[in-house]
């Protein structure tokens, strides 16, 4: 028998110290060298506990000691492992009859050296109570859990579910062991979620991480962020899902609702450009595999900046939200009114039966404008201008369809408003022309190609040229000298009006001193130039006519600036201000096309006018219809009794000088004195002097 008492001391002190009973026991061999029993030569401490008589123990074989080893197939173990094995694990359990304590136990028995084994047993009742423990805390934080938590079978089925589920799930905790993980989802989520699970058992990298919809009773929306996993045995077998379930309506509905707003206008509640622009794109999809047709009304309201300004914006708000309205109930069923920006609306009506159904809707939504609109205390009505556009086919795509429908919308609007126009070639042609025309106009005044003509003003007592009006002309490279209703009217809309009044004003300021310099008798010569609606609000006008007097030296008191009604009263108050700046500068300001207009006296007393031009439609009537000579009368007499000077436009013929002398107008200008003509040829002008005849018949002018 083995001394274990000269081993190493450390080595027992450690054994004695396991809190699992240790046993080392030597082989007992027979004549072959087969171990057939053990003989017990060290007990630690935790092994002498469970011993009547532990000294007695040393030196007894294991069969006789413990007859239980024998019945549990411990002791077979042990000799497997003194006859050539090396270590093997098992369970031990003490029988109720026995004298030890009745406990479950587990062993490992281990080969030292040759004949040496080492039987360890561990008392499974402690491992028992450590899992419980933490079997306790799993389930406690399990339960604990704020996402919802699921262990799943492999068929699908809830085995176990947290509190948290349920809550999301709207249903009773304990009814949800059994059921079917899917069916807590909403239609197609359900099937998707099975289809899942199959898939994560198929394929060992698959994952899975959705947002899908919940059932729950009644009907309520809920929204979770679904991830599953699969929990594979150590041999790779699946085992069970774990889904792991956080509750996303709250984040879900806070993304429709943003969705929502950048799709639809916070106005009106309607869709806005972009949402257009995709359901228009659909509805040509279906119209590529479908026949039919796909008509589109683009709707301006007419002079909806009449009611925002007289009114207020408040006003003009609430002239959308009931303009959407009407448009909504006055469209069919399945048209889809979008609002497009500012005040103009599109309307797609889609699966139309020919093309003429589009110009029906087109007139149900006029007639449902013609009712007036009420703002407190005020009733007004509006007009509409609408454009349409229609596809038969599907090679139109939806960008082209809208600039279709718009361009017959500006159309309408050309043509005096309240009225329908439908789109056509010639239309786009002249839709083309124009943004043809916008881009060379950019580059106009860059490019040197802006001319300026001067028409001479006469004085109908002396006969001699007293001041010239400046008009722009456009040598564009390609279709010649352009005159101003070519182009003007495009760049008042783009707001090229004011780079082309900056440079028409600093060039007939440099021209007009010019003149001044070369003839000596001309000193006093007025120059007109025309201002427009664009550069009387634009905020840079009385410095940038301040630094073209300073630049060109020119005398601010021959310089005359010209307004029309129209721009005087868009904004009244704007236009005071700005007049009397510029009056400031010592400049000559003249009301254009007079009687138009409002030709109200009220504002004739408000603003600093100098100058009345009566218009040329007028002056064309003179000696031929008595209303234009009585308003040509009345307009010069109002002028002399307000101490404003009268200048008539449009002279063609010696009849309507010899008339215009008769009344007393003052000054006259007109094809019949000089067309507007280039600086040269007004400086030929000049230089021969001329005198008109006006055959004064002698009676005195109102102004000298």
């Keep these: 028998m083995t001394d274990i008492a000269n081993s190493d001391a450390f080595l027992k002190d450690v054994l004695a110290r396991f809190p699992d009973a240790v046993t080392v026991s030597e082989a007992v061999r027979d004549e072959e060298g087969l171990a057939y029993d053990m003989r017990v030569i060290y007990l630690n401490d935790s092994a002498r506990e469970g ?17 239980q080893m024998v019945l549990n197939g411990a002791f077979a173990a042990c000799l497997r492992v003194l006859n050539g094995g090396s270590s093997e694990f098992g369970e031990f359990w003490w029988t109720e009859s026995a004298t030890y304590r009745p406990l479950g136990n587990e062993y490992r028995a281990v080969r030292v050296g040759t004949d040496l084994v080492l039987w360890v047993l561990r008392d499974s009742a402690d491992m028992a109570r450590r899992m419980d423990a933490e079997q306790a805390r799993f389930r406690a934080a399990f339960d604990a859990a704020p996402a919802g938590v699921a262990l799943i079978d492999l068929g699908g089925r809830i085995v176990l579910a947290n509190e948290s589920l349920a809550a999301m799930a709207g249903r009773d905790r304990e009814a949800l062991p059994g059921r079917v993980f899917a069916s807590l989802l909403s239609g197609s989520d359900g099937a998707d979620v099975s289809e899942a699970i199959a898939a994560l058992i198929r394929d060992v990298e698959l994952t899975y991480d959705r947002e899908l919809r919940l059932e729950r009773p009644g009907g309520a929306e809920a929204w979770a962020r679904i991830s599953l996993a699969l929990v594979r045995q150590a041999d790779g077998v699946p085992s069970y899902c774990v889904a792991h379930v956080l509750d996303v309506t709250a984040q879900k509905s806070l993304e429709n609702a943003l969705s929502h707003q950048a799709l639809h206008d ?5 869709p806005n450009r972009a949402l257009l622009y995709d359901r228009l794109g659909q509805a040509l999809v279906r119209l590529a595999r479908h026949v039919g047709v796909v008509g589109l009304l683009f709707i301006d309201i007419d002079q909806f900046k009449v009611v925002n300004d007289g009114l207020g914006h408040a006003a003009g708000d609430a002239l959308l939200v009931a303009a959407a309205e009407r448009l909504k109930h006055a469209t069919r069923l399945g048209d889809a009114v979008t609002r497009f920006g500012g005040d103009e609306f599109v309307v797609i009506c889609d699966e139309l039966r020919s093309e003429a159904d589009a110009t029906l809707v087109a007139t149900r939504v006029q007639e449902a404008f013609r009712a007036p609109f009420v703002w407190e205390d005020h009733s007004f009505t ?5 454009g349409i556009a229609t596809a038969t086919t599907g090679g139109v795509d939806a960008q082209s369809l809208v600039r279709d429908a718009n361009v017959a919308m500006y159309r309408a609007k050309e043509e005096g408003r309240d009225r329908c126009v439908y789109f056509s070639d010639s239309l786009r042609a002249k839709a083309v022309e124009r943004m043809q025309t916008v881009m060379a106009l950019r580059e106009a005044v860059a490019r040197d190609e802006l001319r300026l003509h001067y028409q001479p003003i006469v004085d109908l007592v002396t006969g001699k040229i007293v001041g010239v009006e400046a008009l ?3 040598q564009h490279p390609e279709r010649g000298l352009l005159s101003p209703d070519a182009f003007i009217p495009i760049a008042e809309e783009t707001g090229l009006i004011v780079p082309i009044g900056t440079w028409v004003l600093q060039e007939a300021c440099r021209q007009s001193q010019r003149w001044h ?4 008798a001309y000193a006093g010569l007025r120059m007109s130039i025309n201002l427009s609606a664009g550069q009387i609000i634009h905020p840079g006008l009385v410095g940038l006519v301040a630094e073209a007097l300073e630049v060109s030296s020119l005398d601010s008191s021959t310089v005359v600036l010209e307004v029309t009604e129209s721009v005087l009263m868009a904004d009244p108050e704007k236009a005071g201000q700005v007049l009397k700046l510029l009056k400031a500068l010592g400049l000559r300001l003249s009301v254009d096309d007079f009687g138009t207009g409002y030709s109200s006296l009220t504002y004739l007393k408000r603003f600093p006018i100098d100058i009345l031009k009566v218009d040329k439609s007028f002056v064309s009537g003179l000696g031929q219809d008595s209303e234009d000579s009585a308003i040509v009368a009345a307009t010069v007499g109002l002028a002399g009794s307000l101490g404003l000077q ?3 436009e449009g002279v063609e013929t010696e009849g309507q000088m010899g008339r215009l002398v008769d009344l007393a107008c003052p000054r006259a200008q007109g094809y019949f004195f000089s067309r507007p ?3 040269e040829a007004i400086a030929e002008l000049l230089e021969r002097d001329p005198s008109w005849d006006t055959r004064w018949s002698g009676k005195a002018p109102i102004y000298a």
């Design 51 to 67: 011993q009547p008589a532990p000294e007695a123990a040393i030196g007894a074989l294991c069969s006789e000691l413990w007859p």
């Design 266 to 270: 916070r106005l009106t509640g309607l």
């Design 382 to 386: 509006v007009t509409l201008s609408m």
């Design 472 to 474: 722009v002309r456009w």
């Design 517 to 520: 310099e070369r003839f000596p």
């Design 646 to 648: 009268a200048i008539a």
């Design 677 to 679: 003509m280039p600086a």
